[in-house]
């Protein structure tokens, strides 16, 4: 059963709702489906959903399901013991065909969708074998070169002997593979390519866990069965913590960033449990391609004695016959420390650019964190933390949206939650989130790149100061929208001074008289009045210090925000409601 729902953001406060603007509650169209299987990964670029004996494809707008396909003949029904069957390696091909797996038990069955002319999937038996994992636990990538029309899968390698990179060329379909022959690979963390090359990220069991890196071209020219021009070397990043230089040694996972050229890394040290995790940044080019440029490389003697010898710089215009060297003698290493968190248990997270400034989402198993790191020295400041209430499995950020899954359900919300901040111009200023700016026009709280240029959008990322961008007193009118006792509305006017103070004035009108502008508006919702936020709060929908997002969410702030290690004792308590 699928069940699309639309969750209403109340914006709660303490008893001390004079110590707030008028409104300060918005309604955000949150996309929540939930499935009766599993729910394995969203790839929003196709608008599709997987997970166990399951392929969906959804509709953001209506927060619908519009055509779905189950895998009703898996070998897995019935069977007691660990069985695995889930849609896995989906993979766009052109412009109306994608393929994709069922694991099935470690006898994977390849599928074809093809898109109608409605708009929907039509789904097919058979496709490309070369995508499917034998064994859906396994980590994995699948990536197409457009240009050259080569499909790249990189996986778990079952035994040190089997091969764990493919180049797939869909043109004469043949096949290019490498075999890790220094360790099995054990977890494959990222992969990505760039100019002339493919580059992966993965973990290596060589007696102990090592982070590597590799390199090879993306279009390799030979005639043979092996990818010649494959290097790799250890990777690593290096701070400095109370005085000492610490190596972290345990890679989480790894995004590419195209628009910084970087490739960023979430990392700890073993033990991971007890250990807080940073997010590193390897220059692509300073950092990885000079590397593999300028080491030596590990080669053997005529007596077979191991040696470094230097190695010409990989040209990729060139036919090959016979493989470089792979191994690098010197590792990629980086001291470059974007974000320091005090969290021990984040397992994943995405990057996302917000008016010019990178954003960091980072989830673990209950909370949702967004880190600025606008100022290298900082290490990271903490925007705004979400509770959630279901144990997150996978997260990505695309057109703007959140993507998360958990065991039954796949939720896109908002990457901005400006509303949140309403018509306080002080806490919509002091947040100093680049994703968020106050709009004098409007008298709110609003995405930054929303503004127009005749809003006269505000915001101070620096210091935070009220007092610098309203210099004199700033007043604003917050119109009731409530019949109160079928009598009279409330309307309420805000006068801010340049120490943050404010006073308010209240004035009535009878309710024969309409008001003479419409109720405040806030993210095209309408805004709750004082009285309303008061009975929020008297029948129990407030939670102290946080936002809550139906019954599955919940932003915190106040002391929160101003905490680098998570939020508050009382938020995160008084976060689960019955």
């Given at each position: 059963?699928?069940?699309?729902?639309?969750?209403?953001?109340?914006?709660?406060?303490?008893?001390?709702?004079?110590?707030?603007?008028?409104?300060?509650?918005?309604?955000?169209?949150?996309?929540?489906?939930?499935?009766?299987?599993?729910?394995?990964?969203?790839?929003?670029?196709?608008?599709?959903?997987?997970?166990?004996?399951?392929?969906?494809?959804?509709?953001?707008?209506?927060?619908?399901?519009?055509?779905?396909?189950?895998?009703?003949?898996?070998?897995?029904?019935?069977?007691t013991t660990p069985c695995s069957d889930e849609a896995t390696s989906v993979i766009r091909i052109n412009d109306t065909t994608l393929h994709y797996c069922y694991t099935d038990?470690?006898?994977?069955?390849?599928?074809?969708?093809?898109?109608?002319?409605?708009?929907?999937?039509?789904?097919?038996?058979?496709?490309?074998?070369?995508?499917?994992?034998?064994?859906?636990?396994?980590?994995?990538?699948?990536?197409?070169?457009?240009?050259?029309?080569?499909?790249?899968?990189?996986?778990?390698?079952?035994?040190?002997?089997?091969?764990?990179?493919?180049?797939?060329?869909?043109?004469?379909?043949?096949?290019?593979?490498?075999?890790?022959?220094?360790?099995?690979?054990?977890?494959?963390?990222?992969?990505?390519?760039?100019?002339?090359?493919?580059?992966?990220?993965?973990?290596?069991?060589?007696?102990?866990?090592?982070?590597?890196?590799?390199?090879?071209?993306?279009?390799?020219?030979?005639?043979?069965?092996?990818?010649?021009?494959?290097?790799?070397?250890?990777?690593?990043?290096?701070?400095?913590?109370?005085?000492?230089?610490?190596?972290?040694?345990?890679?989480?996972?790894?995004?590419?960033?195209?628009?910084?050229?970087?490739?960023?890394?979430?990392?700890?040290?073993?033990?991971?449990?007890?250990?807080?995790?940073?997010?590193?940044?390897?220059?692509?080019?300073?950092?990885?391609?000079?590397?593999?440029?300028?080491?030596?490389?590990?080669?053997?003697?005529?007596?077979?004695?191991?040696?470094?010898?230097?190695?010409?710089?990989?040209?990729?215009?060139?036919?090959?016959?016979?493989?470089?060297?792979?191994?690098?003698?010197?590792?990629?290493?980086?001291?470059?420390?974007?974000?320091?968190?005090?969290?021990?248990?984040?397992?994943?997270?995405?990057?996302?650019?917000?008016?010019?400034?990178?954003?960091?989402?980072?989830?673990?198993?209950?909370?949702?964190?967004?880190?600025?790191?606008?100022?290298?020295?900082?290490?990271?400041?903490?925007?705004?933390?979400?509770?959630?209430?279901?144990?997150?499995?996978?997260?990505?950020?695309?057109?703007?949206?959140?993507?998360?899954?958990?065991?039954?359900?796949?939720?896109?919300?908002?990457?901005?939650?400006?509303?949140?901040?309403?018509?306080?111009?002080?806490?919509?200023?002091?947040a100093m989130d680049p994703s968020c700016s106050y709009s004098k026009e409007h008298n709110n709280c609003v995405p930054t790149n929303q503004c127009t240029e005749?809003?006269?959008?505000?915001?101070?990322?620096?210091?935070?100061?009220?007092?610098?961008?309203?210099?004199?007193?700033?007043?604003?009118?917050?119109?009731?929208?409530?019949?109160?006792?079928?009598?009279?509305?409330?309307?309420?006017?805000?006068?801010?001074?340049?120490?943050?103070?404010?006073?308010?004035?209240?004035?009535?009108?009878?309710?024969?008289?309409?008001?003479?502008?419409?109720?405040?508006?806030?993210?095209?919702?309408?805004?709750?009045?004082?009285?309303?936020?008061?009975?929020?709060?008297?029948?129990?929908?407030?939670?102290?210090?946080?936002?809550?997002?139906?019954?599955?969410?919940?932003?915190?702030?106040?002391?929160?925000?101003?905490?680098?290690?998570?939020?508050?004792?009382?938020?995160?308590?008084?976060?689960?409601?019955?």
């Amino acid at each position: 059963m699928i069940i699309p729902t639309t969750l209403l953001i109340l914006f709660g406060t303490t008893l001390q709702v004079s110590h707030i603007p008028a409104s300060f509650a918005a309604s955000v169209t949150t996309c929540r489906l939930e499935f009766d299987k599993g729910v394995r990964e969203v790839y929003p670029d196709y608008g599709l959903i997987t997970g166990e004996q399951f392929i969906a494809q959804y509709d953001k707008s209506s927060c619908s399901v519009i055509s779905s396909q189950a895998h009703e003949a898996s070998s897995c029904d019935g069977v007691t013991t660990p069985c695995s069957d889930e849609a896995t390696s989906v993979i766009r091909i052109n412009d109306t065909t994608l393929h994709y797996c069922y694991t099935d038990n470690m006898a994977p069955k390849p599928m074809t969708a093809t898109l109608l002319p409605d708009g929907t999937y039509s789904y097919t038996s058979g496709g490309l074998g070369v995508v499917c994992l034998n064994d859906a636990s396994k980590h994995s990538f699948v990536s197409l070169n457009q240009t050259d029309q080569i499909l790249y899968v990189a996986t778990d390698a079952k035994s040190q002997s089997s091969p764990w990179l493919n180049y797939y060329y869909l043109s004469d379909q043949r096949s290019l593979s490498h075999v890790e022959r220094d360790g099995s690979v054990q977890n494959v963390l990222g992969m990505f390519t760039r100019g002339d090359f493919l580059y992966t990220v993965y973990q290596v069991n060589n007696n102990k866990k090592t982070n590597r890196i590799t390199r090879s071209c993306k279009n390799e020219r030979t005639s043979g069965t092996e990818i010649l021009t494959y290097t790799y070397t250890d990777v690593k990043c290096t701070d400095n913590i109370d005085g000492q230089d610490v190596t972290l040694n345990r890679i989480l996972a790894v995004e590419y960033s195209v628009s910084q050229d970087k490739l960023y890394v979430l990392t700890t040290q073993d033990p991971v449990s007890s250990s807080a995790v940073y997010v590193c940044a390897f220059d692509i080019t300073q950092d990885i391609d000079n590397t593999f440029d300028t080491t030596q490389y590990y080669s053997k003697d005529e007596k077979g004695n191991t040696i470094k010898t230097n190695q010409v710089k990989l040209d990729c215009s060139k036919s090959r016959n016979f493989a470089v060297l792979s191994k690098g003698v010197d590792p990629v290493t980086t001291s470059s420390v974007v974000l320091r968190t005090q969290s021990t248990n984040l397992f994943a997270f995405s990057t996302y650019e917000s008016a010019g400034n990178l954003l960091f989402y980072l989830i673990s198993q209950d909370t949702l964190y967004v880190y600025d790191t606008r100022s290298p020295a900082a290490k990271g400041r903490l925007l705004s933390e979400m509770v959630l209430k279901e144990t997150p499995r996978t997260m990505s950020i695309a057109n703007d949206t959140i993507y998360l899954t958990s065991d039954t359900s796949a939720t896109m919300i908002p990457t901005t939650w400006c509303s949140y901040y309403g018509q306080d111009p002080v806490s919509c200023v002091g947040a100093m989130d680049p994703s968020c700016s106050y709009s004098k026009e409007h008298n709110n709280c609003v995405p930054t790149n929303q503004c127009t240029e005749s809003e006269d959008c505000v915001q101070d990322l620096d210091a935070g100061s009220f007092s610098t961008l309203f210099p004199t007193e700033y007043t604003f009118l917050a119109p009731g929208s409530v019949c109160i006792h079928d009598m009279f509305f409330a309307d309420v006017t805000y006068t801010y001074f340049p120490n943050s103070s404010y006073v308010t004035t209240t004035s009535y009108r009878d309710c024969v008289d309409r008001p003479s502008t419409t109720a405040p508006v806030i993210n095209r919702a309408p805004a709750l009045t004082t009285l309303e936020i008061a009975l929020l709060v008297v029948v129990g929908v407030s939670v102290a210090g946080c936002v809550v997002l139906g019954t599955h969410f919940y932003i915190c702030r106040g002391k929160a925000r101003q905490r680098q290690d998570g939020p508050s004792p009382d938020c995160r308590q008084n976060s689960y409601l019955p």
